[in-house]
């Protein structure tokens, strides 16, 4: 009998404190509706589901065929189920790490370094730089997603500088009209501009940035208080990242990048050197498996402000959605296919009326999550299909053909993270 290649997994959960507290969770649903015997404490965080083989969050395997407890282990000597050019260039191991996420308080402003940097600060520094591998990252939204993205235009950030003194305060007059004076220059010198204006508000002595916070608050609040409209400035985000994070010179942040509402479905790709924060919201994730971070506030943690300044695409771009392209072979397929190697997300929105929905086969192993409908999985060597229902996930080996038979005659939506080389 052939080892199976095609398996359940059951997958680790993290209670970060920014996450959704018990049922209210994505992830907490998703786990509950997954395994029967999963109690939810109301009063705990469900921040992220590990769907993958990293070390702090091993996916256990549930199928007693196999000698294996853990992916990671079972890929370690299974490594040709990872496809032979995925074996290769990723060295025998999974190249990605997926995930779900619930977010309910804002997680740190951050941004990856690409391989190059990644190596340089992992060499000097890696009690903060852990490994020496870029991280590039996609959220795909599961329901109304927010979070910040890149620069905004230029002129957007003029606006701001007018409107909210505060934030003029702290950048200066000098950068502020050196910004102004970039517009209609070249690309060079408003990426230059924009880079001195960021750096002196992340270089500003903390007691100045609390003054000013607290005047912005102030401000806001009466004005709200006296049933002013402030979302120009985005009042009411301000106060809501204010609470969360007091005196953190991050809740300015929301002035210099996009802020994106993604829907159901929608993405975003954080490339190396994107600033980027999430801020609400439930989403699939996928990223390169490392664990490099620059953060750049809303965040008690370390903050290598010289490092982040530097390291910054200082391009301003007003739309950060990305796009998946709709499968030619598969009308339910929509691939989100970043400009990296490491990943690819793909969703599969298949109508309840559809008996058998057969997966793509693919040359990489891939992990497949169940977010609605109820199937059984076969493939043309399993002796007995596998039940697979809200929450359930799938270790695919490349290359295996497997066929998804409707349990109950209602929409299927999966999502599939797999390396396209
Ligand atoms: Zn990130």
């Not at 999963?38 to 395997?61: F, N, T, V």
């Not at 990644?118 to 795909?140: R, T």
């Not at 030619?328 to 058998?356: C, H, N, R, W």
């Amino acid at each position: 009998m052939a080892a199976p290649r095609v398996f359940p997994l059951s997958c680790a959960v993290q209670h970060y404190a920014w996450g959704k507290m018990g049922s209210r969770s994505e992830v907490a649903q998703l786990l509950a509706s997954s395994d029967p015997g999963a109690a939810i404490s109301e009063d705990k965080p469900y921040a992220e589901l590990w769907m993958g083989s990293h070390p702090r969050g091993d996916a256990k395997i549930l199928d007693d065929r196999i000698s294996q407890k853990t992916l990671g282990q079972w890929i370690a000597e299974n490594q040709d189920c990872l496809g032979s050019k995925v074996k290769d260039m990723f060295h025998g191991k999974l190249p990605f790490l997926f995930k779900v996420l619930s977010v309910e308080t804002a997680l740190s402003i951050q941004a990856h370094p690409n391989k190059e940097l990644a190596e340089k600060l992992h060499l000097q520094a890696p009690q903060h730089y852990p490994d020496a591998n870029h991280k590039p990252e996609m959220a795909v939204a599961l329901t109304s997603f927010q979070g910040l993205c890149g620069f905004r235009p230029v002129e957007e950030i003029l606006t701001f500088l007018t409107k909210v003194p505060e934030f003029q305060f702290l950048i200066g007059d000098k950068a502020a009209t050196q910004l102004k004076q970039s517009m209609g220059g070249d690309s060079r010198s408003m990426a230059s501009a924009l880079q001195s204006c960021f750096s002196h508000l992340m270089k500003s002595e903390k007691k100045v940035v609390v003054e000013q916070l607290n005047l912005l608050v102030k401000r806001i609040s009466q004005q709200v208080a006296a049933g002013n409209n402030m979302e120009d400035i985005y009042g009411e985000l301000l106060l809501q990242l204010h609470q969360q994070y007091p005196g953190d010179i991050g809740c300015f942040a929301i002035y210099f990048l996009n802020l994106l509402t993604l829907k159901p479905g929608e993405a975003m790709f954080l490339e190396a050197n994107v600033p980027h924060a999430y801020l609400k919201g439930d989403c699939v994730e996928c990223m390169a498996c490392s664990d490099n971070t620059v953060r750049a506030g809303l965040t008690p943690k370390f903050i290598d402000v010289p490092t982040l300044c530097e390291m910054l695409s200082y391009t301003p771009t007003k739309d950060r959605l990305f796009l998946p392209a709709q499968s030619q072979e598969d009308p339910y397929l929509y691939i989100y296919d970043p400009p990296v190697p490491d990943f690819t997300v793909m969703k599969m929105q298949v109508p309840g009326s559809v008996a058998e929905y057969k997966v793509l086969a693919v040359d990489s192993a891939s992990i497949l999550l169940v977010v609605q409908g109820r199937v059984t999985a076969s493939t043309p060597t399993t002796q007995t299909p596998i039940p697979l229902q809200r929450g359930g996930v799938l270790f695919i080996g490349a290359n295996e053909r497997v066929s998804l038979k409707l349990a109950v005659p209602s929409d299927l939506l999966l999502f599939r993270a797999c390396c396209l080389l």
